[in-house]
């Protein structure tokens, strides 16, 4: 059980494009998401939390409008990194929040901007 | 101080052997305390949580939480290489601290046959 998909799990795109990044639990209903993101190297930093049907919350210098967040419903939360660049390049990987405060993660996306 | 603390490492064990991580934390109000596995390229995967005080045990991991002392540790008995991975302690704050999971730095740990 707990288990959390994300999809792609690969994707290189051009500067300046916008990239979706789905995240869904298969499982079980989450009424709150998280996304993260890993540099190389360095340990999970929260970008935001999705809580189905309302608006995302994101963490302090994370940009609202670089990154959409979709919780459309109990089962699925989208990432939509718009107007990429290179420095938009990482690991971006969700979680789903099962029970009082277990989190379960996706397997992640890396994302490559050229 | 960061929020939760953990040593760099790399902790290098021989097969067989306990390795032993630590993890400390500085709100006092947290509640709830995870430890999860990263193997290199790939995603964190759930190890096991501890919610109150004392030992914890699954299998071969064994988590000792001491809320007064403010630290969870995980022990890994009998060391394989397949545990050699970065281990993430996260620690569920308080809800005036939004109910979410603050992440130490990580510990990698390399067991060696």
């Known amino acids: 059980g707990a288990v959390v998909s994300q999809h792609p799990s690969r994707v290189i795109c051009k500067s300046g494009t916008s990239v979706k990044i789905e995240c869904r639990s298969l499982?079980?209903?989450?009424?709150?998401m998280f996304w993260y993101r890993q540099f190389p190297k360095k340990s999970l930093m929260l970008m935001a939390t999705?809580?189905?049907?309302?608006?995302?919350?994101?963490e302090q210098g994370v940009e609202k409008d670089k990154f959409l967040i979709n919780h459309a419903s109990l089962t699925l939360s989208t990432l939509t990194v718009t107007s990429a660049h290179p420095e938009d390049s990482s690991f971006y990987i969700c979680s789903a929040r099962a029970g009082a405060d277990t989190q379960y993660f996706g397997p992640g996306t890396r994302l490559t901007v050229l | 101080q960061k929020e939760v603390e953990q040593n760099s490492g790399p902790l290098s064990v021989p097969e067989g052997a306990i390795a032993s991580l630590n993890c400390t934390y500085s709100d006092r109000g947290s509640q709830s305390f995870f430890w999860y596995r990263q193997y290199s390229g790939k995603s964190p995967e759930l190890i096991m949580f501890?919610?109150?005080?004392g030992d914890k045990e699954d299998g071969r991991f064994t988590a000792q939480l001491n809320k007064a002392s403010q630290y969870v540790s995980l022990l890994i008995r009998d060391s394989q290489p397949s545990d050699s991975a970065t281990y993430l302690c996260a620690v569920n704050r308080s809800k005036a601290a939004g109910n979410k999971l603050t992440f130490g730095g990580g510990t990698r740990v390399l067991v060696k046959p």
């Open positions: 501890i919610y109150s005080n």
């Open positions: 499982d079980f209903q989450a009424t709150t």
């Open positions: 999705s809580n189905e049907g309302s608006k995302a919350t994101y």
